[in-house]
Protein backbone atom coordinates (compact mmCIF):
# COMPACT_ATOMS: atom_id res chain seq x y z
CA UNK A 1 0.00 0.00 0.00
CA UNK A 2 1.47 3.41 -0.59
CA UNK A 3 1.43 6.21 2.14
CA UNK A 4 1.76 9.89 1.64
CA UNK A 5 1.60 12.68 4.54
CA UNK A 6 0.58 16.20 3.63
CA UNK A 7 1.32 18.75 6.23
CA UNK A 8 -0.75 22.00 5.26
CA UNK A 9 1.74 25.00 6.22
CA UNK A 10 1.17 28.75 5.37
CA UNK A 11 3.85 31.16 4.58
CA UNK A 12 5.35 32.46 7.92
CA UNK A 13 4.66 36.20 7.35
CA UNK A 14 4.64 38.47 10.46
CA UNK A 15 0.75 39.88 10.85
CA UNK A 16 -0.49 37.17 8.82
CA UNK A 17 -0.09 33.97 11.09
CA UNK A 18 -0.27 32.86 14.88
CA UNK A 19 -2.51 36.22 15.36
CA UNK A 20 -3.70 34.96 18.68
CA UNK A 21 0.02 35.10 20.23
CA UNK A 22 0.04 39.26 18.93
CA UNK A 23 -1.20 39.80 22.50
CA UNK A 24 1.87 38.89 24.11
CA UNK A 25 4.44 38.95 21.02
CA UNK A 26 5.39 41.31 18.23
CA UNK A 27 4.39 39.78 14.84
CA UNK A 28 7.96 39.25 13.69
CA UNK A 29 7.95 37.23 16.70
CA UNK A 30 5.17 34.95 16.61
CA UNK A 31 6.05 34.39 12.55
CA UNK A 32 9.22 33.16 14.08
CA UNK A 33 7.55 30.92 16.32
CA UNK A 34 5.63 29.97 13.32
CA UNK A 35 8.45 29.24 11.79
CA UNK A 36 9.64 27.56 14.85
CA UNK A 37 6.37 24.96 14.59
CA UNK A 38 6.78 24.11 10.76
CA UNK A 39 10.41 22.97 11.60
CA UNK A 40 9.61 21.07 14.24
CA UNK A 41 6.38 18.97 12.80
CA UNK A 42 8.52 18.88 9.22
CA UNK A 43 11.68 17.21 11.49
CA UNK A 44 9.06 14.80 13.21
CA UNK A 45 7.69 13.19 10.04
CA UNK A 46 10.89 12.64 8.53
CA UNK A 47 10.71 9.70 11.05
CA UNK A 48 7.78 7.94 9.34
CA UNK A 49 9.39 4.67 7.34
CA UNK A 50 8.07 4.21 3.60
CA UNK A 51 6.13 7.21 3.27
CA UNK A 52 5.91 9.98 0.54
CA UNK A 53 5.98 13.52 1.98
CA UNK A 54 4.55 16.44 0.78
CA UNK A 55 4.31 19.74 1.69
CA UNK A 56 0.82 21.86 0.36
CA UNK A 57 1.78 25.73 1.38
CA UNK A 58 0.15 28.77 0.96
CA UNK A 59 0.22 31.24 -0.81
CA UNK A 60 0.62 30.46 -3.87
CA UNK A 61 3.65 32.52 -4.65
CA UNK A 62 5.68 30.90 -1.39
CA UNK A 63 6.86 28.03 -2.92
CA UNK A 64 10.77 29.44 -2.91
CA UNK A 65 10.22 29.49 1.20
CA UNK A 66 9.17 26.06 1.81
CA UNK A 67 11.96 24.75 -1.13
CA UNK A 68 14.39 26.05 1.71
CA UNK A 69 13.04 25.08 4.69
CA UNK A 70 12.50 21.15 3.36
CA UNK A 71 15.09 17.86 2.09
CA UNK A 72 14.70 16.78 -1.07
CA UNK A 73 12.38 13.83 -0.70
CA UNK A 74 9.16 16.67 0.55
CA UNK A 75 6.92 17.29 -2.91
CA UNK A 76 5.66 20.48 -2.87
CA UNK A 77 1.95 21.23 -3.08
CA UNK A 78 0.40 24.56 -3.33
CA UNK A 79 -3.05 24.70 -1.50
CA UNK A 80 -5.95 25.02 -3.72
CA UNK A 81 -9.47 25.74 -2.68
CA UNK A 82 -11.92 28.65 -1.48
CA UNK A 83 -11.65 26.94 2.58
CA UNK A 84 -9.69 24.59 4.34
CA UNK A 85 -12.63 21.64 3.39
CA UNK A 86 -12.01 22.35 -0.09
CA UNK A 87 -7.91 22.24 0.22
CA UNK A 88 -7.65 19.80 2.39
CA UNK A 89 -10.13 18.01 -0.21
CA UNK A 90 -8.28 18.89 -3.29
CA UNK A 91 -4.75 17.85 -1.61
CA UNK A 92 -6.25 14.14 -0.36
CA UNK A 93 -7.23 14.12 -4.25
CA UNK A 94 -4.35 14.61 -5.55
CA UNK A 95 -2.44 11.84 -3.41
CA UNK A 96 -4.63 9.28 -4.47
CA UNK A 97 -4.44 10.16 -8.26
CA UNK A 98 -0.58 9.79 -7.53
CA UNK A 99 -1.11 6.58 -6.62
CA UNK A 100 -1.36 6.94 -2.61
CA UNK A 101 -4.06 3.94 -1.02
CA UNK A 102 -3.87 5.52 2.29
CA UNK A 103 -3.48 9.92 2.97
CA UNK A 104 -3.25 11.51 6.16
CA UNK A 105 -3.38 15.06 6.78
CA UNK A 106 -1.76 17.33 9.39
CA UNK A 107 -1.45 20.54 9.95
CA UNK A 108 1.64 22.87 11.28
CA UNK A 109 -0.43 23.68 14.61
CA UNK A 110 0.48 20.55 16.77
CA UNK A 111 4.67 20.92 17.37
CA UNK A 112 4.64 18.00 19.72
CA UNK A 113 2.36 15.55 18.14
CA UNK A 114 4.18 12.19 18.77
CA UNK A 115 5.40 10.65 15.56
CA UNK A 116 3.39 7.15 16.66
CA UNK A 117 0.33 9.10 15.90
CA UNK A 118 0.76 9.44 12.75
CA UNK A 119 1.98 5.77 12.90
CA UNK A 120 -1.36 4.86 13.99
CA UNK A 121 -3.03 6.58 11.74
CA UNK A 122 -1.47 5.03 8.57
CA UNK A 123 -2.02 1.65 10.43
CA UNK A 124 -5.48 2.02 10.79
CA UNK A 125 -6.22 3.26 7.22
CA UNK A 126 -4.94 -0.74 6.34
CA UNK A 127 -9.17 -1.01 7.67
CA UNK A 128 -10.78 2.04 7.88
CA UNK A 129 -12.06 4.12 5.38
CA UNK A 130 -11.80 7.27 7.45
CA UNK A 131 -8.97 8.07 10.68
CA UNK A 132 -9.30 11.29 12.72
CA UNK A 133 -7.40 13.07 15.18
CA UNK A 134 -9.44 15.12 17.38
CA UNK A 135 -8.09 18.20 19.02
CA UNK A 136 -8.70 19.61 22.49
CA UNK A 137 -10.53 22.47 21.34
CA UNK A 138 -13.04 20.78 19.52
CA UNK A 139 -11.52 20.35 15.69
CA UNK A 140 -9.20 17.90 14.62
CA UNK A 141 -5.69 17.68 13.77
CA UNK A 142 -5.38 14.72 11.40
CA UNK A 143 -7.33 13.42 9.20
CA UNK A 144 -6.87 10.20 7.03
CA UNK A 145 -8.74 8.96 3.94
CA UNK A 146 -8.50 5.89 1.21
CA UNK A 147 -10.68 7.22 -1.16
CA UNK A 148 -12.43 10.40 -2.48
CA UNK A 149 -14.72 11.53 0.10
CA UNK A 150 -15.48 15.84 -0.51
CA UNK A 151 -18.51 15.22 2.19
CA UNK A 152 -16.81 14.97 4.87
CA UNK A 153 -15.37 18.52 4.30
CA UNK A 154 -18.43 20.22 3.47
CA UNK A 155 -21.03 21.98 5.81
CA UNK A 156 -17.87 22.68 8.11
CA UNK A 157 -18.11 25.50 10.68
CA UNK A 158 -14.15 25.87 10.06
CA UNK A 159 -12.13 27.66 12.58
CA UNK A 160 -14.69 26.56 15.50
CA UNK A 161 -15.35 23.86 18.61
CA UNK A 162 -17.95 22.39 16.32
CA UNK A 163 -15.45 21.12 13.95
CA UNK A 164 -14.71 17.35 14.92
CA UNK A 165 -18.60 16.62 16.06
CA UNK A 166 -19.52 17.57 12.61
CA UNK A 167 -17.35 15.50 10.79
CA UNK A 168 -18.72 12.84 12.63
CA UNK A 169 -22.14 13.47 11.63
CA UNK A 170 -20.98 13.71 8.27
CA UNK A 171 -18.83 10.70 8.32
CA UNK A 172 -21.66 8.86 9.74
CA UNK A 173 -24.76 9.80 6.98
CA UNK A 174 -22.09 8.73 4.63
CA UNK A 175 -21.76 5.41 6.49
CA UNK A 176 -18.04 5.70 6.14
CA UNK A 177 -15.80 3.08 8.39
CA UNK A 178 -14.17 5.47 11.22
CA UNK A 179 -11.12 5.09 13.02
CA UNK A 180 -9.45 7.71 15.59
CA UNK A 181 -6.18 8.30 17.23
CA UNK A 182 -5.39 9.50 20.22
CA UNK A 183 -6.57 13.35 20.98
CA UNK A 184 -3.51 16.17 21.09
CA UNK A 185 -3.59 19.61 21.20
CA UNK A 186 -2.99 22.77 19.15
CA UNK A 187 -1.03 25.62 20.14
CA UNK A 188 -2.72 28.93 19.10
CA UNK A 189 -2.89 30.66 21.86
CA UNK A 190 -0.18 32.35 24.66
CA UNK A 191 -1.98 30.04 27.32
CA UNK A 192 -1.57 27.08 25.10
CA UNK A 193 1.99 27.79 24.11
CA UNK A 194 2.49 28.05 27.98
CA UNK A 195 1.00 24.55 28.04
CA UNK A 196 3.19 23.19 25.48
CA UNK A 197 6.52 23.99 27.03
CA UNK A 198 5.53 22.90 30.57
CA UNK A 199 4.72 20.09 28.90
CA UNK A 200 7.76 19.83 27.42
CA UNK A 201 9.54 20.32 30.83
CA UNK A 202 7.62 17.40 32.35
CA UNK A 203 8.40 15.10 29.34
CA UNK A 204 12.18 15.63 29.98
CA UNK A 205 12.27 15.50 33.33
CA UNK A 206 10.61 12.04 32.48
CA UNK A 207 13.11 11.30 30.74
CA UNK A 208 11.60 11.47 27.24
CA UNK A 209 13.70 12.85 24.43
CA UNK A 210 13.18 16.46 23.50
CA UNK A 211 10.32 16.86 20.56
CA UNK A 212 10.57 20.69 19.80
CA UNK A 213 14.07 21.78 19.66
CA UNK A 214 13.53 24.52 17.57
CA UNK A 215 10.43 26.47 18.94
CA UNK A 216 12.28 25.93 21.78
CA UNK A 217 15.34 27.47 20.20
CA UNK A 218 13.17 30.15 19.21
CA UNK A 219 11.48 31.22 22.58
CA UNK A 220 14.78 30.85 24.20
CA UNK A 221 15.44 33.79 22.08
CA UNK A 222 12.46 36.04 22.94
CA UNK A 223 12.67 35.74 26.83
Known sequence: MSSHLVVFAKNPVPGEVKTRLLSRYSPEQAAEIYRAFILDTLDSAEGLDQVQRHIAFTPGDAKKVFSNMVSDDW????????????????????????????????????????LHHLERAFQLLAGKQLVLGPSTDGGYYLVGLTQP?????????WGTDRVFAQTINRALVSDLSIGLVPPWYDVDSPAELDFLIAHQTAMSHEGSPPCIPHTQACLSTLT
Do not use: H
Not at 79 to 95: H, K, N, S, T
Not at 149 to 157: A, K, L, Y
Open 75 to 114: LLLPQRGADLGERMDAAVLYCLKQGASRVVVIGTDIPSLP
Open 149 to 157: TPEVFRSIS
